[in-house]
């Protein structure tokens, strides 16, 4: 369901009419050539739309006004590749409304040195031509993203196939929709948020649905869907004894299939891209939806339990900066400590709903009580994240505004079994480590629940923040409690 592939980013490249049509000619076959080359590269999904050289205000404020309007740009890329005077670009800049990153690059990678004369000088002159226009975003105070060095530079191209896939899940987000089925867990505050400064900021819509309007499509679901689903699930996943066709409990199997059935005619028709649910408004649900919230996360919904909108929404938002990726992400809670001196670490889980895109190994479809919410029993799968580097992401709302915190951890496959933990897990240990790492993120009022990530590097979560212009805090191996402690006092 998460395609990036329609989105584009207009390339445009900033000039002046002083050099006369020769010059502008070859800038304009310059940046023809590099488009080209951008999008010949496969790690970067959207398409790079060249849209030529621009000499004038009008031409300027003409351009950022069309990106406006144009529902498939997603964010433009600028370069002076000579000298554009950065008076001519306020006007445009100021109506501009979508992000852009300041490609800081030259045509020609190396001086000629027994060659260069004064029309070398003219044409390669991004040098000073991009500063100027780095004095003009600054003056107008708009964040965006520098990125410096050559063209065909594979670490300048990661940067801008970064920024491209952030600037797509932010577009996704503008038009987002979260339904919350079910209120806030009763008490709980950091998931808890403002709804309307949300919708500013990152431009998603959050709304309230009874159970009941979900129960109406579970209600339409047919045998044959049924049934089709269930053999999706016996030929995906180890099916576990009771589940099995002639199993006790294979009457919860059917359930399960049904809710996930409806719950995704629910989401489709409603145009949501993320839901939460709680298990204290269940009415009429047999049991909590488990595999099915962890089936449509796989397909790419946003989910969070216990009426968490904040991080059913920034789940979202992550896997389409993923999209096509290899590894996961996935809803998750830092759940219990393994304390042991020099080793100390954290499982990671929640109750049912961990998505099977981070699954190291076998995926087992198994059932087992709850133990709260008073319903029947819900099937789940379980399994055990793949070892790797990860990070955790979570958005807070500090009252006024929005903080994202983030910590850099390693996930570790588990020695032991675990032969009766219900629950798909990840094993990790943190970044500096527990003890400074969670001692940071307790200070900076991050939240129980996260986006654990396998496949985004801290840059994409930095992009993000600086698009949508909220505060991050980054807790990695070069953390230092007495200078976060100052920072977020001063913050
Ligand atoms: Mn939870």
Redesign the pocket.
């Known amino acids: 369901m998460i395609d990036i592939c329609v989105n584009e980013i207009w390339f445009i490249t900033g000039s002046q009419h002083l050099y006369g049509t020769k010059i502008l000619r070859k800038v304009a076959a310059h940046t023809e050539e590099i488009v080209k080359s951008l999008n010949a590269n496969s790690e970067i999904l959207v398409s790079i739309k060249d849209k030529g050289v621009v000499t004038t205000p009008e031409e300027i404020t003409a351009i950022c006004q069309i990106s406006n309007n144009e529902k498939n740009c997603i964010g433009l890329i600028f370069w002076m590749h000579t000298f554009s005077p950065a008076k001519m670009w306020i006007n445009g800049l100021k109506v501009l409304d979508k992000p852009f990153l300041h490609l800081h690059t030259q045509y020609n990678a190396e001086i000629p040195w027994s060659k260069i004369d004064m029309d070398f000088m003219n044409l390669n002159q991004s040098a000073h031509g991009d500063r100027e226009f780095g004095f003009i975003c600054s003056r107008l105070k708009i964040n965006r993203k520098v990125v410096v060095g050559h063209w065909k530079d594979s670490k300048v191209i990661e940067k801008i196939n970064i920024w491209s896939r952030v600037a797509s899940a932010h577009h996704d987000a503008k038009s987002g929709k979260v339904a919350r089925i079910g209120d806030n867990?009763r008490e709980v505050a950091v998931?808890e948020g403002d709804k309307v400064e949300a919708q500013i900021k990152f431009g998603y819509s959050v709304n309230g649905y009874g159970v009941g309007d979900l129960i109406e499509y579970i209600k339409m679901v047919s045998d044959a869907e049924m049934k089709n689903l269930i053999d999706e699930y016996e030929s995906t996943y180890l099916i576990s004894d009771q589940l099995k066709f002639d199993g006790v409990k294979r009457g919860s199997l059917e359930d399960a299939a049904r809710i996930e059935i409806g719950l995704g005619n629910f989401m489709r028709e409603g145009s949501f891209t993320s839901f939460t649910d709680t298990f204290e408004n269940l009415h009429g649900l047999t049991q909590l939806p488990g595999i099915a919230a962890q089936r449509l996360m796989n397909q790419g919904y946003g989910f969070?339990?216990?009426g968490?909108w904040k991080t059913a929404a920034l789940v979202r938002t992550m896997k389409v900066m993923a999209a096509g990726l290899k590894g996961g992400n996935s809803f998750m809670?830092d759940y219990t400590y393994h304390f042991l001196h020099g080793s100390d670490r954290v499982l990671g889980s929640?109750?049912l709903e961990i998505c099977p895109s981070i699954a190291g190994g076998d995926v087992k479809c198994e059932i087992h009580p709850l133990g709260i919410g008073g319903k029947e029993d819900p099937v789940r799968l379980v399994f055990n994240a793949a070892a790797g580097e990860a990070l955790n992401a979570s958005i807070v709302d500090m009252g006024g505004r929005m903080r994202m915190v983030v910590n850099n951890v390693t996930t570790i496959k588990p020695k032991e079994g675990l032969p009766y933990l219900p629950t798909a897990r990840a094993l990790w240990n943190v970044k500096p480590n527990l003890k400074e790492g969670a001692q940071a993120w307790i200070l900076a009022g991050g939240a129980?629940?996260t986006c654990f990530s396998q496949n985004l590097s801290n840059e994409y979560l930095d992009d993000y923040c600086d698009m949508v212009d909220i505060e991050i805090v980054t807790i990695d191996e070069k953390t230092d409690i007495n200078s976060l402690k100052r920072y977020l006092k001063l913050s």
């Open positions: 867990m998931t969070a339990g216990e968490d809670e929640h109750m129980h629940h």
